[in-house]
């Protein structure tokens, strides 16, 4: 069994952000596979495996040259759809249209990139989870270096609302104080949704800063590695967060996530600040226990685990993400104290 989600290679996924990729070659890596990322001359992104096609030497050490991408082994040079245009030090003109390096699908939208490793250079528009880029919102992206771990656990974290009383006790919900809480889950064919009635809002200083006075908070698993969590007033959304984790080895992956929230009196610049002084926090504290969850995985040779009366998502998360479909239908409304 591959280690990786069923349907990753086929997945666009997001590897940097825009502002990352300036005018030096970045190196990113999904599944085991080396990416190079470069701007060619006009200002756009071509993504390529990182490996020279010469002498496998890594292109991401290279740099970037009259919007080429140089080898820095032998001085071999690449355009953005790998066709190898120079090769210095050859007496005569070579026939270099069998010396191209490997082009993998690669899109810039809505300040991140995305590529997509198993497509054929056909889709030049990505298909990304509801509401990012929407003009009627105010967006930002935020990333982290790699996380250790599996991209399994960081799913099954960010959709478990249990944790959050303890790992993230005061921010998001407080352990003394519980509170009576609907959750309602809906099965699709190919995912899920995961609905929170309450009411009255969570009691950590994060919930009651950002959130204010919403009654309902959605969570949702797109296949194979994105979680968008909706968080409701009465009348609208009050704040949406759409988060990736691209695994970059069996035991390593990266977060990326995509913030939205509602045009308004609020600066978006001031909204941003407001987020990430509360997601910084809480973030790390989700990092160390993903962290100390793998080590002790490892220690033990596996998984191990058991689930409770509380872990209702588990199966259809893991059968999801194992390529597997579900019976749609409605479990729930379930009374849980969070």
């Not at 009576?180 to 190919?190: E, G, H, I, S």
């Amino acid at each position: 069994m591959t280690p990786y989600p069923a349907g990753l290679e086929t997945t666009w996924l997001p590897v940097a952000l825009s502002g990352q990729l300036k005018t030096r070659p970045l190196s990113r890596r999904i599944a085991g596979q080396p990416i190079v990322l470069f701007r060619t001359a006009d200002g756009s992104v071509s993504a390529l495996q990182d490996r020279c096609p010469h002498r496998n030497y890594p292109l991401s050490a290279g740099r970037v040259v009259e919007g080429t991408l140089q080898c820095p082994y032998h001085g071999w040079r690449f355009d953005g759809s790998g066709a190898c245009v120079a090769l210095p030090g050859a007496g005569e003109t070579p026939d270099l249209r069998r010396l191209g390096a490997a082009r993998i699908d690669v899109a810039e939208r809505h300040g991140a990139i995305f590529v997509r490793l198993a497509g054929d250079g056909s889709a030049t528009e990505p298909d990304l989870p509801p509401l990012i880029g929407h003009p009627d919102y105010d967006h930002f992206w935020w990333t982290r270096p790699p996380w250790k771990g599996r991209a399994l656990d960081a799913l099954e974290n960010i959709l478990d609302p249990f944790h959050t009383n303890f790992v993230h006790d005061g921010l998001i919900r407080v352990s003394s104080r519980r509170q009576p809480v609907r959750q309602t889950v809906t099965l699709a064919a190919k995912g899920f949704h995961v609905a929170y009635d309450q009411d009255a809002p969570d009691r950590g200083w994060m919930s009651r800063l950002l959130e204010g006075s919403r009654r309902r908070s959605t969570g949702q698993y797109l296949p194979p590695v994105v979680f968008q969590g909706r968080w409701e007033k009465a009348d609208r959304l009050s704040l949406c967060a759409t988060a990736f984790f691209v695994p970059e080895t069996p035991d390593r992956y990266r977060p990326i996530g995509c913030w939205t929230t509602p045009k308004g009196l609020a600066p978006a610049w001031l909204k941003k600040q407001a987020i990430l002084g509360f997601i910084r926090v809480v973030a790390e504290q989700d990092r160390r226990a993903l962290e100390r969850q793998h080590d002790t995985i490892q220690a033990f040779g596996g998984v191990r685990f058991k689930s409770g009366p509380t872990d209702r998502l588990t199966t259809p998360l893991t059968r999801l993400y194992n390529g597997e479909t579900l019976e749609p239908g409605q479990d729930g409304p379930h009374a849980i104290w969070l």
